[in-house]
């Protein structure tokens, strides 16, 4: 059975640092691309960070790119998320997601097979 258990969320000020952990299980956490969504109040699951399975090759929104860094350890079968200068805009809850063989830029657009249940993330002024 697939897990993918998210930590790190939390209330933090703007401008603060705070670090995402996804700890992954029932997969071969190597074979997977690997993925950061996040779904604000009132708003639909946005891409925010993509890693692929080989490679090394990562992907950003936008609104995150220079702010936010994705990585993986595959000796841990752990994705963590980054992110520093932070904004209320970043409020939301974050999902950790994972597909077989994903290639970042496809993952972009969702399509993922397996999704965690997310973690918190409130940004105060």
């Known amino acids: 059975q697939v897990h993918l258990v998210e930590s790190g969320g939390g209330l933090v000020q703007a401008g603060d640092s705070l670090t995402l952990t996804c700890l992954a299980s029932?997969?071969?956490?190597?074979?997977?691309?690997m993925a950061w969504f996040r779904q604000a109040p009132g708003k639909e699951r946005e891409f925010v960070a993509a890693a692929s399975w080989i490679g090394g090759r990562t992907l950003y929104a936008d609104s995150v790119k220079d702010r936010f860094t994705i990585s993986r350890d595959g000796n841990k079968n752990t994705l963590y998320l980054q992110m520093n200068s932070l904004r209320p805009e970043d409020t939301a809850v974050y999902f950790c997601?994972?597909?077989?063989?994903?290639?970042?830029?496809?993952?972009?657009?969702?399509?993922?097979?397996?999704w965690g249940n997310g973690t918190l993330v409130t940004v105060s002024l």
């Open positions: 029932g997969i071969t956490f190597t074979m997977y691309g």
């Open positions: 997601a994972a597909k077989p063989g994903g290639i970042a830029a496809d993952m972009m657009s969702g399509g993922m097979n397996y």
